[in-house]
């Protein structure tokens, strides 16, 4: 069974320029999570999607991240314009709709924003 | 909010030594799970073992297990016959079992760094 996928692995970009990312999940997994992992710390969830809708976005950064899960398989999250505190791992993960499923996680994407 | 901590930066331990790794978390749930992820320099997080808070046996993977205590909130993970593939940082996550809404996300601690020495 293939893991979640993300693209790209990395990215160097300058402030004020965009960026996105790429997910594709497990197949069959309902559930899309983005996580952001800046270095030392945990990863803090950005998103997560319930097939196409969202069902929590709390700790986005709207007013320069934004995400989308058209077809409720792949997703994309895009940050417009980047920051220098943006520099960090994007992780995807997914899950089943299971009660009490594991959530499984994509390499990351590396974004260094200078 | 759910909050988890890992008071432990770096630990290191001796090739096929066993070593404990801490965290504690706060809630005010009683259904809940908790997972401790490995993360390698490449960065994917690798489920390591998981413990429903339900159950009491505490759970055991192989060479890994884990001291669950419900009332103490305290989820600690021993390795065991350490080796130096087990060298990255381990993260301790909680998930309730339903949140309000329908969010099931994981809240991570900051992290225990582990070297294994040869």
């Known amino acids: 069974e293939a893991g979640v996928a993300q693209s790209p692995r990395y990215k160097i970009i300058e402030k004020r320029q965009s960026v996105a990312f790429w997910c594709n999940p497990i197949?069959?997994?309902?559930?899309l999570y983005w996580y952001q992992q800046i270095l030392g710390q945990g990863p803090k969830l950005l998103i997560q999607f319930q097939n196409n809708g969202v069902v929590d976005d709390s700790q986005l950064p709207k007013d320069r991240f934004s995400a989308e899960r058209l077809k409720g398989v792949d997703s994309t999250l895009k940050i417009q314009p980047a920051k220098l505190e943006d520099s960090a791992v994007y992780l995807c993960?997914?899950?089943?709709?299971?009660?009490?499923?594991?959530?499984?996680f994509g390499e990351g994407s590396w974004l260094t924003v200078v | 909010a759910q909050t988890v901590t890992q008071s432990q930066p770096e630990m290191s331990v001796q090739e096929a030594e066993t070593v404990t790794l801490s965290c504690t978390y706060d809630t005010s749930e009683s259904d809940y799970y908790l997972f401790w992820y490995k993360q390698p320099p490449s960065r994917q997080m690798i489920l390591v073992i998981r413990q429903e808070a339900y159950k009491q046996q505490n759970a055991t993977e192989n060479r890994f297990s884990v001291n669950f205590q419900k009332a103490a909130k305290s989820f600690s993970l021993k390795i065991s016959d350490s080796q130096l593939g087990d060298a990255a940082m381990y993260f301790c996550?909680?998930?309730?079992?339903?949140?309000?809404?329908?969010?099931?996300?994981?809240?991570f601690g900051k992290g225990t760094k582990l070297t294994v020495n040869p």
């Open positions: 996550a909680y998930r309730s079992a339903r949140d309000q809404g329908g969010s099931e996300k994981l809240v």
């Open positions: 197949s069959g997994h309902a559930t």
């Open positions: 993960a997914s899950s089943s709709l299971w009660y009490g499923n594991t959530i499984y």
